[in-house]
């Protein structure tokens, strides 16, 4: 049992960081730690970082040295992805008292022992070390719960590092995820986001796949709604898209890395899949859920896209009917193969080629929300007022804001979409 320990919990990066975040906090109350209050000194605090780019690396550093500016004395914890690649950059900053690899940041409490000693220390291994599973799920934190089931990635693409931060591609058995979701929905927990860093590769470490994971989870006797994180084109299978068309518990939402418009470049990035093949599904998701919502993630200015090939990615992506676009500039990372393609583009260049598809990005999705207005949708309602109204979100992921009314919170209500307000969000009016 640790001494009664009042602890910040900061987390960085993706959904999965989170969720894996909550589960720490879970396991560290177990000995005593409490979250700290609002407006309360941490005794402990813990950071679980990201490290995607080298912005989400500064990000990282500044957040770290705010916290232990603002918490004096603090025993400090850094743990995730940019402790896992850069452990003795980590450990330099001042007032780091421990560094903790991706293997051991599951076994905090065992650690806690050099709070007694206030001694410094780090602890590393290589991305082939990282090999076990562990399960997690954010919770009480707001309406969504999201529930990793896969872990690691294998297909080292060239611009990327993740797999050097979380390891070789690893999952739980369909039996322990539908344990974890019965778990959850007893929590009352209305909507869960079934997360992963390459979710679609699921089942590889346990000799299962993702569908037959899907398969399952719809059979749950549970007043709950799934959606599918972030899935590669091609583990995205047609079958799996028809499939969805006609499940009663997951949603007709999807968000897809295309990460290039051309096939050239994807070709430099080391991706499994071709712009024909990227259309493909987003034809197929159209023609079985007209009305679903599609976010597609894109990468401006890596190594070797010149303006050219630049030109035809936007042709090419403006002709997508997507719903959203996720828009990030190129970010040299040490250790990867894309540093020695050329030409190089300028920062400046990849910024503005991500700003001319936030462009194109907005309208399309501006296009989808008037379409559905004067619609009557299922939106769900997460426990957020912000100027006296609250939001939700529908089956096919639009935001909608109502007044707030506190007896809706985690239900899902028939709402009709009314407008779009100046801030281009929807507004909607509940269906008594």
Same mark, same amino acid.
């Given at each position: ?13 993706? @959904? #999965? ?6 589960? =720490? ?132 693409? %060239?611009?990327?590092?993740?797999? #050097? ?16 979701? =019965? ?33 399952? #989870?719809?059979? =749950? ?97 403006? %002709?997508?009917?997507?719903?959203? #676009? ?48 004067? @619609? ?53 009016? =509940?269906?008594?």
């Amino acid at each position: 049992m640790i001494d009664r320990k009042k602890v910040l919990y900061y987390t960085l990066g993706c @959904k #999965l960081n989170f969720s894996e975040t909550s589960t =720490i906090a879970r396991e560290l109350k177990k000995y005593g730690c409490e979250k700290v209050k609002e407006g309360e000194i941490a005794d402990i605090i813990v950071v679980n970082t990201c490290s995607v780019t080298d912005h989400a690396d500064k990000k990282c550093r500044q957040s770290i040295k705010k916290l232990i500016k603002r918490n004096p004395g603090a025993y400090v914890i850094v743990t995730g992805c940019y402790a896992q690649l850069k452990p003795d950059e980590v450990s330099n900053i001042p007032g780091v008292d421990l560094v903790l690899s991706v293997k051991d940041k599951f076994d905090i409490e065992k650690y806690i022992e050099h709070i007694k000693k206030h001694s410094d220390a780090t602890y590393s291994c290589g991305y082939r070390d990282v090999a076990e599973f562990h399960s997690s799920f954010s919770y009480g934190d707001r309406t969504r719960c999201f529930l990793k089931v896969q872990d690691g990635c294998d297909y080292f693409c %060239s611009y990327c590092t993740i797999p #050097l931060a979380r390891g070789k591609s690893r999952n739980m058995p369909i039996q322990e995820v539908i344990d974890e979701v =019965i778990e959850i929905t007893n929590r009352g927990v209305k909507e869960i986001v079934i997360t992963g860093i390459n979710t679609g590769d699921f089942g590889k470490s346990t000799g299962e796949n993702f569908f037959d994971l899907i398969k399952e #989870l719809d059979k =749950i006797d549970a007043n709950v709604r799934y959606r599918i994180s972030s899935i590669e084109p091609n583990l995205l299978t047609d079958e799996i898209i028809e499939w969805i068309s006609t499940s009663k518990r997951f949603m007709p939402h999807f968000h897809i890395p295309l990460q290039a418009g051309t096939n050239e470049v994807l070709k430099l990035m080391g991706r499994r899949y071709t712009t024909e093949d990227f259309a493909h599904k987003m034809n197929l998701i159209k023609k079985y859920m007209p009305n679903s919502f599609v976010g597609v993630d894109v990468i401006t200015g890596m190594m070797g896209e010149t303006e050219e090939l630049f030109e035809k990615a936007k042709e090419f992506i403006s %002709s997508l009917n997507f719903q959203q #676009l996720h828009v990030f500039p190129y970010s040299e990372r040490a250790g990867t193969r894309a540093l020695n393609i050329s030409p190089k583009i300028p920062i400046g260049e990849r910024k503005e080629r991500g700003r001319l598809l936030s462009l194109i990005s907005g309208k399309h999705t501006q296009d989808f929300y008037s379409k559905n207005l004067g @619609k009557e949708l299922n939106v769900l309602f997460e426990e957020d007022l912000h100027e006296g109204m609250m939001v939700g979100f529908t089956e096919n992921y639009i935001r909608v804001e109502v007044p707030y009314q506190k007896e809706f919170i985690n239900e899902v209500v028939l709402v009709k979409l009314i407008q779009l307000n100046e801030n281009g969000h929807v507004l909607g009016e =509940i269906i008594k």
